[in-house]
């Protein structure tokens, strides 16, 4: 089992930042590919990045390249979303996922699912 608590969102204005931080528990972290993912009222829950469990792979939704960057700290169980030049289109909220399929998988499924964080941009 992994445990994944999200923390780091808030309510911002078009063009300003948030970094999401996402701390994982349980099974060896360093094996997981880790995803973070959006869902916002009426919309399908979409996934924005993904990163291998190595760090040496990543994946970005089109709408969120050059904006967003994905990263893990596998000494603190960590990965992270830090999210540049948002605009109110990215409203939604945030969640962190786990992976722990052998072969990487960006858009799943996965396995594990934190609990969400919000993120309301402003224009």
């Known amino acids: 089992q992994v445990q994944l608590v999200e923390s780091g969102g808030g309510l911002v204005q078009a063009g300003d930042s948030l970094r999401l931080s996402c701390v994982a528990s349980g099974r060896s972290f360093s094996r997981l590919a880790l995803g973070w993912f959006r869902q916002a009222p009426g919309k399908e829950r979409e996934c924005v990045a993904a990163i291998m469990w190595s760090g040496s792979s990543t994946y970005y939704a089109g709408s969120v390249k050059g904006r967003f960057t994905i990263s893990r700290d596998n000494a603190k169980n960590t990965v992270y979303l830090q999210m540049n030049s948002l605009k109110p289109e990215d409203t939604a909220v945030y969640y962190c996922?786990?992976?722990?399929?052998?072969?990487?998988?960006?858009?799943?499924?996965?396995?594990?699912w934190g609990q969400g964080t919000q993120v309301t941009v402003s224009s």
């Open positions: 996922a786990a992976d722990a399929a052998v072969y990487f998988r960006p858009t799943g499924p996965y396995d594990y």
